[in-house]
């Protein structure tokens, strides 16, 4: 229930883009990071982890700041906005095709 209910949110709400770093290397234009996070009454990611990150390292401080620029829907329960604890997500990174003039 509470990937369904991410999952939502996330096609609710926009994304911020992300710059890839420029001293990241060609050899890593591709990755992912996987958190867990709470989302509070404001719909305010917080507390994100990392749990997962491939490469290692190399998208980590970029996907975090752009994710603690989203903005959630939030959760009501009989009409209040509450927190919502261990959510899981998996922000990929993947190399633009560039077309050479």
């Known amino acids: 229930m509470k990937y369904l209910l991410l999952i939502v949110l996330l096609c609710l709400t926009s994304c911020a883009s992300t710059e890839r770093s420029i001293e990241t290397s060609n050899a890593h234009d591709n990755g992912y990071v996987k958190f867990i996070m709470d989302v509070d009454e404001t719909g305010a990611p ?48 993947n190399a633009a095709d560039e077309e050479q003039p």
């Open 46 to 93: 917080v507390n994100p982890k990392i749990i997962e990150s491939h490469p290692k390292g190399v998208f980590d401080k970029i996907a975090i700041a752009a994710l603690l620029k989203w903005k959630f829907k939030p959760k009501y329960v009989d009409g209040v906005a509450v927190v919502q604890r261990d959510l899981k997500y998996t922000m990929e990174f």
